[in-house]
């Protein structure tokens, strides 16, 4: 065996009922050829979700005659030993509680359409998920201490800091799925007029498109676009302001998804930059929180929808209901599904195809102006032996001095948990771009408190 690949891997998922990943994750390992000689090993508290994604894998193991070998636990100890990477995938409620963030900090002015990443938030979905994620750390550091540690749990920067603080000796990363590679790259050239169908994406194509990335996870930003040396980001941001021409809060009513086109062309046009995930983006800057004097063209940001949420989620269980009553048959899971995020990156890194892929890690230099341990969003080549960062160049200003703002908080979230201190915390939310009042502040932190103090560490009960 090559020490550059991995024959037959061991690929631990902990929070395998997470729906926007475990069934991506059985259609990966069974279609990969570089996966499916090895084993897939689910992970969830929950005995009875667990048990349902066990019995839908099996089915689509037998549908499709694959050697893929499956496990299964509540206990995740059960599993470790011997894992090759080990995916961070589990979230605590976290319908019910990002509904509580969210309905708490628009009492107090902060509007939050997602409320998973900045803002009160993205903290204190931190206080809720990083305790249980460095204890996961901990067994792995026991029981498989040479695996790869992919975490994709919201807030994704905050939690692959944390990893690197706590755990260093670890190889770890951090996830988001939004720049999926060669995916992300596709697009761009599609808004661009570059090429007009997916047909159209070769190999050729893509190596004439010097096409850069980067940015504090969920604040990305295209820094460079040229496609046979020529700068086509004003051809995209074109594509944008025509879809902007015609947007409503019609159609897909989703928070996350309103005015977009029209939010990511009044930020290029301001910083001359188009932002890449502007359904978070718009969370991150205090332009669309109804502060202002004068009414604006765009309106203050929608609220993150809780019950819409839980109905997607059910409908999502219902669908696997279907394939394991045979309501749906089980040959159709194939065609149904298709390849994620953290699997592709798993299958390059086993399989040793020398792919590059966009990731979470420490800066390192690829952004010039910027501090080596920033940590930011890179498009990086991973294999075995490592993570070889491509260059970016400099970060624009404007667009820096908001990145250092969130990484201030990033880093002082992580480390209320870390030290165990309430200081902390606070410091955290006053630095937040989105608090505008200490007073309001503080009543967020307690009262979220009070609502969520089952969920929460001891030192905030306390």
């Not at 990893?163 to 951090?174: D, N, Q």
């Amino acid at each position: 065996m090559s020490k550059n690949t991995i024959t037959e891997p061991k690929v631990v998922i902990i929070g395998a009922g997470s729906l926007f990943f475990g069934r991506q994750a059985i259609w990966q390992m069974i279609h990969s050829p570089y996966l499916n000689k090895g084993t897939l090993a689910l992970v969830d508290t929950d005995e009875e979700r667990l048990s349902k994604l066990l019995a839908l894998a099996g089915k689509v193991i037998e549908a499709e005659g694959s050697n893929l070998k499956v496990e299964g636990s509540t206990n995740r100890r059960d599993v470790l030993k011997g894992a090759d990477f080990v995916v961070l995938s589990f979230a605590n409620d976290t319908v019910k509680y990002r509904g509580i963030d969210c309905e708490v900090s628009e009492k107090y002015g902060i509007r939050m359409c997602s409320g998973d990443t900045i803002g009160p938030g993205g903290i204190f979905r931190t206080m809720r998920e990083l305790p249980v994620i460095l204890e996961c750390v901990d067994d792995i550091r026991e029981l498989c201490p040479e695996a790869w540690v992919i975490n994709y749990i919201n807030p994704s920067a905050v939690h692959g800091i944390a990893l690197g603080r706590y755990a260093p000796e670890l190889k770890s990363f951090a996830l988001c799925d939004g720049l999926h590679m060669p995916h992300a790259k596709m697009r761009y050239l599609l808004r661009s007029g570059v090429i007009q169908n997916e047909d159209e994406y070769t190999k050729e194509v893509e190596d004439r498109f010097d096409f850069r990335i980067s940015g504090v996870n969920h604040f990305t930003w295209l820094l460079k676009a040229e496609y046979d040396g020529k700068d086509i980001a004003p051809l995209i941001a074109e594509s944008i302001r025509v879809k902007a021409a015609t947007e409503t809060d019609g159609g897909d009513t989703g928070a996350k998804a309103v005015f977009n086109d029209a939010i990511g062309y009044e930020l290029y046009k301001v910083f001359g930059y188009v932002p890449t995930c502007i359904a978070h983006t718009k969370e991150y800057v205090r332009y669309w929180q109804g502060l202002g004097k004068l009414e604006d063209a765009i309106p203050p940001l929608s609220i993150w929808e809780t019950e819409e949420r839980y109905k997607r989620h059910d409908e999502m269980w219902q669908q696997i209901d279907e394939y394991l009553d045979g309501t749906l048959p089980i040959s159709n899971y194939m065609k149904e599904f298709g390849p994620d995020h953290a699997t592709d990156i798993i299958e390059n890194i086993a399989g040793g195809l020398g792919k590059s892929y966009y990731i979470n890690t420490t800066n390192n230099g690829a952004v010039t102006n910027m501090n080596d341990d920033s940590f930011l969003e890179l498009c990086c080549k991973i294999t075995t032996e490592g993570i070889e960062r491509h260059p970016v160049g400099e970060m624009p200003r404007g667009i820096r001095g908001m990145q250092e703002l969130v990484l201030d908080t990033h880093v002082l979230t992580v480390e209320a948990v870390l030290e165990k201190s309430y200081d902390k915390l606070r410091r955290a939310m006053m630095t937040d771009p989105l608090v505008n009042s200490i007073a309001d502040a503080d009543a967020i932190i307690k009262e979220i408190v009070d609502r969520e103090k089952d969920a929460l560490p001891a030192f905030l009960r306390q």
